[in-house]
């Protein structure tokens, strides 16, 4: 009896529903969605955001700083979870890199972000900031992470790259041969994040994945 009892309980949680993830997209531009037929994007309150008949295609307008929305877009009575960006969700200063300067608080509050730094190149040792963001160009490898890092992770994320990191006796470089988004970098209470030459600034899931990293490292 203990034993059937135990199997129910294992079978339970092996059909335990999976809370759905929301579909992240950008205030302010426009939005295509899979689907097709009668639609409505809704807000929490029930409020009709955008509606429509035929494919989902909708752009609302730019958010609040810093800030997003839970709605519910309804497709043929079918629901499914959408939250709405703000285009500007960093609160770091200017890099200087175009893509990335877009989506910065303006102006970012000066008590925060300060220590993070975003550039192109690869030089922790001369660059300030606790937090380093780097984004090189392919050209830049086989790009050589020198020694003394106490902790060097290669990191997958939603969108892959093409990140390889290769590790030869006291020898760290990293190439452009692997799947990689990322490669993380720590010693001394620096950290530094090198992302992937083929990091697109307006995929909002790499701006999140950004904004995630800073998040977790500031703690």
Not at 4 to 32: D, I, K, N, Q, T
Request: proline fraction near 8%; charged fraction near 25%; charge should be positive.
């Amino acid at each position: 009896m203990m034993r059937l009892s135990m199997s129910l309980v294992l079978l339970l949680l092996c059909f335990r529903p999976v809370a759905e993830e929301a579909v992240a997209v950008w205030s302010g531009r426009e939005v295509v969605l899979p689907g097709n037929g009668a639609w409505r994007l809704e807000s929490g309150h029930g409020r009709i955001l955008a509606s429509g008949n035929g494919e989902v295609r909708f752009e609302l307008p730019p958010m609040t700083d810093g800030t997003s929305l839970d709605t519910v877009l309804v497709v043929n009575g079918e629901k499914r979870k959408v939250r709405v960006w703000a285009p500007r969700l960093l609160n770091i200063p200017p890099s200087g890199i175009p893509g990335l300067d877009r989506h910065l608080l303006s102006p970012p509050p000066p008590a925060e972000g300060a220590n993070i730094r975003a550039g192109n190149e690869f030089d922790p040792e001369s660059r300030p900031g606790k937090i380093l963001l780097v984004f090189p160009d392919k050209r830049d490898f086989p790009l050589e992470l020198g020694g003394g890092w106490e902790r060097i992770a290669w990191n997958t994320a939603r969108l892959p790259g093409c990140l390889g990191l290769s590790v030869e006796k006291r020898e760290r470089c990293a190439d452009v041969n692997g799947t990689g988004s990322y490669i993380e970098l720590e010693k001394k209470g620096k950290r530094v994040f090198l992302f992937s030459p083929l990091f697109d600034f307006d995929k909002i899931e790499n701006i999140l994945l950004i904004q995630k990293l800073i998040k977790e490292s500031a703690k």
